[in-house]
């Protein structure tokens, strides 16, 4: 598929949080002994800035969607290629049988074209804490490299990201999406 | 932020009272019914211009959010005095006020006077009152500061109105793109300011102890790092870009170290780190996920999830390494540990048959007492004088903020129209 290289600035502005003495205060009456400083905040937001660098990123297709750039079979439905999504059970990194085949058909792709890179994406659903499910979707796609791994795929064609439940693919609140969301992404690079 | 303009503010205990002005809603939905009675009237205005800002509403709003008050709607009130002279005690008896919260606002070249007392109803004294001068730019933080003078004065608990939040929110940009942004704003979620954005996600943001930098993740490279960023100048560091992850920073409550989960040798592991040397210590070395480390505000020992165990549960050991203990044993799923600031309270995410509320273990007692009734909280953050708990949490393909009292007895929320709102924390 085409790396679609896009430049991803981060902007970052300033926000002035310290305290300047711009309210005054005096107590009233004789009551409270005590004075608190009533020095206001002042909310000064500067000019943000873009950085300079840039970052350079990639779109990335990944999901039932074609790979264009790669051969037909990797479109053709019948054809485990096709197939660029792995689902997981929940709170599990275990790969389930049905997606055996399809492993094994990218990892004899990727045997063949050595040159070939691939990132596993994992991810997770939105439900329990997020860094965990960060660890979980790094989990999953660490299941995926080591099937591959040991159908004799290079480690240096494995690139593994995990993006926890922060990417979903589908963006309802009910096991419908979880069951999509709880899944790794086979994501073919360059070409 | 257009879409900041589109929130609207609404409701008090069980019934709506839309207020002037729309940009976000506060909602309560359970108030305590130990609570103290208060009535803020209306403050007096004398000025060219209409007040800019109306403090009596306000600090009335701080006050009944703050869970220890019960505010008085205006329309139930029979005068709406704005000088001592005018109070008449015994309406406000007749009324089962405690406290009467009075003041008015003078206009000046542009400069706005305000004076505020607070009476005894039933002494017939005075328990407080100040003058202070704003400009009108100043004036939605001085009336926070009111209620800060109030709430310590009358609760003898530090206020924690003037305080700030932070927070992600996440926005469709249409075309399968998404904006993430974290945003600083005033606790009622006033005043929102973006202080960096991206289209890959942002996520862990955590305050510094000293509240002038917020450390956080980014996956704007496409892989994760961490970042240390000052407020004050929007500056920042790249503090951690190891191979695999690089999450859940927490920072040590001297400012000193940031806790951190790598997977960087295999498994996520909690490890510490210095921030002036970089020096990296590991702490944990399970072949499980250990994540989500949180320091005791002594310093002296960490709390992280793991689910060494099968499931995910929380663990504690000391901040410098050695012998791990299980801390909780009640529910499927603890997680996303955080300490109260006196230590004596831990808040976590809690799954149980699928929901997942927040909770409080007693450090004391080690009993676990469930504070909400949502499906998918999460995020919990301690008010700085430890008296509500902050979360995300969402109904109806809604996220939202929430708070709760640790009595669980007070809940109120804050919903953010239009974009995802998620892992709010609340500045020391």
């Given at each position: 598929?085409?790396?679609?290289?896009?430049?991803?600035?981060?902007?970052?502005?300033?926000?002035?949080?310290?305290?300047?003495?711009?309210?005054?205060?005096?107590?009233?009456?004789?009551?409270?002994?005590?004075?608190?400083?009533?020095?206001?905040?002042?909310?000064?937001?500067?000019?943000?800035?873009?950085?300079?660098?840039?970052?350079?990123?990639?779109?990335?297709?990944?999901?039932?969607?074609?790979?264009?750039?790669?051969?037909?079979?990797?479109?053709?439905?019948?054809?485990?290629?096709?197939?660029?999504?792995i689902y997981f059970m929940l709170d599990s990194s275990q790969?389930q049988?049905?997606?055996?085949?399809?492993?094994?058909?990218?990892?004899?792709?990727?045997?063949?074209?050595?040159?070939?890179?691939?990132?596993?994406e994992g991810h997770g659903d939105e439900r329990g804490s997020r860094e965990y499910n960060i660890a979980l979707g790094e989990q999953r796609a660490k299941s995926?490299?080591?099937?591959?791994?040991?159908?004799?795929?290079?480690?240096?064609?494995?690139?593994?990201v995990s993006y926890g439940e922060e990417k979903p693919a589908a963006f309802g609140h009910d096991e419908s999406s979880w069951e999509l969301n709880r899944r790794v992404e086979?994501?073919?690079?360059?070409? | 932020?257009?879409?900041?303009?589109?929130?609207?503010?609404?409701?008090?205990?069980?019934?709506?009272?839309?207020?002037?002005?729309?940009?976000?809603?506060?909602?309560?939905?359970?108030?305590?019914?130990?609570?103290?009675?208060?009535?803020?009237?209306?403050?007096?205005?004398?000025?060219?211009?209409?007040?800019?800002?109306?403090?009596?509403?306000?600090?009335?709003?701080?006050?009944?959010?703050?869970?220890?008050?019960?505010?008085?709607?205006?329309?139930?009130?029979?005068?709406?005095?704005?000088?001592?002279?005018?109070?008449?005690?015994?309406?406000?008896?007749?009324?089962?006020?405690?406290?009467?919260?009075?003041?008015?606002?003078?206009?000046?070249?542009?400069?706005?006077?305000?004076?505020?007392?607070?009476?005894?109803?039933?002494?017939?004294?005075?328990?407080?009152?100040?003058?202070?001068?704003?400009?009108?730019?100043?004036?939605?933080?001085?009336?926070?500061?009111?209620?800060?003078?109030?709430?310590?004065?009358?609760?003898?608990?530090?206020?924690?109105?003037?305080?700030?939040?932070?927070y992600i929110?996440s926005?469709?940009?249409?075309?399968?793109?998404?904006?993430h942004?974290?945003?600083?704003?005033?606790?009622?979620?006033?005043?929102?300011?973006?202080?960096?954005?991206?289209?890959?996600p942002l996520m862990s943001p955590a305050?510094?102890?000293?509240?002038?930098?917020?450390?956080y993740v980014?996956f704007?490279?496409?892989?994760a790092?961490?970042?240390?960023?000052?407020?004050?100048?929007?500056?920042?560091?790249?503090?951690?870009?190891?191979?695999g992850i690089n999450g859940a920073p927490a920072?040590?409550?001297?400012?000193?170290?940031?806790a951190l989960t790598?997977s960087?040798?295999?498994n996520p592991d909690i490890?510490?780190?210095?921030?002036?040397?970089?020096?990296?210590?590991?702490?944990t070395?399970s072949?499980a996920i250990d994540t989500e480390p949180t320091?005791?505000?002594?310093?002296?020992?960490i709390v992280f999830t793991s689910d060494r165990g099968g499931k995910p549960q929380l663990y504690i050991?000391?901040?410098?390494?050695?012998?791990?203990?299980r801390l909780t044993f009640t529910g499927d799923y603890n997680a996303g540990a955080s300490f109260?600031?006196?230590?004596?309270?831990l808040a976590m995410v809690h799954g149980n048959r699928g929901d997942y509320r927040i909770a409080v273990m007693?450090?004391?007692?080690?009993?676990v007492n469930v504070l909400t009734e949502g499906r998918l909280d999460e995020s919990p953050s301690f008010?700085?004088?430890?008296?509500?708990i902050l979360y995300a949490s969402r109904k109806g393909g809604v996220g939202y903020l929430s708070?709760v009292?640790?009595?669980?007895?007070?809940?109120?929320?804050?919903?953010?129209?239009?974009?995802e709102v998620r892992e709010p924390a609340?500045?020391?």
């Open positions: 598929m085409k790396l679609n290289r896009t430049i991803l600035a981060l902007a970052i502005s300033a926000t002035i949080l310290t305290a300047c003495g711009t309210t005054d205060e005096e107590e009233l009456g004789l009551t409270d002994g005590s004075q608190s400083n009533a020095a206001g905040i002042n909310d000064a937001s500067t000019s943000g800035f873009n950085n300079g660098s840039g970052f350079s990123g990639s779109e990335m297709g990944g999901g039932f969607g074609s790979a264009g750039g790669l051969g037909p079979e990797f479109s053709d439905p019948s054809n485990p290629l096709s197939k660029q999504t790969v049988q049905d997606f055996v085949p399809v492993i094994a058909a990218h990892s004899q792709y990727l045997l063949a074209n050595p040159g070939q890179r691939i990132v596993l995926v490299a080591s099937m591959m791994k040991v159908q004799g795929v290079s480690d240096s064609q494995l690139e593994i086979l994501v073919y690079q360059g070409n | 932020m257009s879409f900041f303009r589109r929130m609207l503010l609404v409701g008090l205990i069980g019934f709506y009272a839309p207020v002037n002005h729309a940009e976000m809603s506060i909602e309560i939905t359970e108030g305590i019914e130990s609570a103290m009675p208060i009535a803020v009237v209306p403050f007096g205005f004398q000025g060219s211009t209409g007040m800019p800002v109306n403090i009596g509403s306000i600090v009335n709003s701080d006050l009944g959010r703050s869970g220890y008050f019960k505010t008085l709607d205006e329309q139930n009130m029979l005068s709406r005095p704005s000088t001592a002279e005018a109070v008449r005690f015994n309406e406000w008896q007749a009324l089962g006020q405690n406290y009467l919260v009075i003041g008015q606002v003078t206009e000046q070249a542009g400069q706005y006077n305000i004076q505020f007392q607070v009476f005894d109803v039933y002494k017939g004294t005075q328990v407080l009152g100040y003058r202070m001068t704003s400009p009108a730019s100043e004036l939605r933080r001085t009336a926070h500061h009111i209620s800060d003078i109030i709430f310590e004065k009358l609760t003898g608990n530090k206020g924690i109105f003037s305080g700030r939040i932070i929110t926005q469709s940009q249409g075309n399968k793109q998404r904006i942004q974290l945003q600083v704003a005033d606790v009622d979620g006033f005043n929102p300011q973006t202080i960096a954005s991206s289209p890959e305050w510094s102890p000293d509240g002038r930098q917020v450390a980014s704007e490279r496409k892989t790092a961490i970042y240390v960023q000052t407020l004050a100048t929007g500056e920042r560091q790249k503090v951690a870009e190891f191979p920072w040590s409550p001297d400012g000193q170290k940031l790598l960087k040798d295999g490890y510490v780190l210095n921030l002036s040397t970089r020096s990296l210590t590991k702490l070395q072949y320091w005791s505000p002594d310093g002296s020992h050991m000391p901040s410098t390494g050695g012998q791990e203990k109260s600031p006196d230590g004596k309270n007693d450090m004391a007692t080690r009993t008010a700085p004088n430890g008296s509500l708070a009292s640790i009595d669980g007895k007070m809940q109120q929320k804050l919903v953010f129209d239009s974009s609340w500045s020391p």
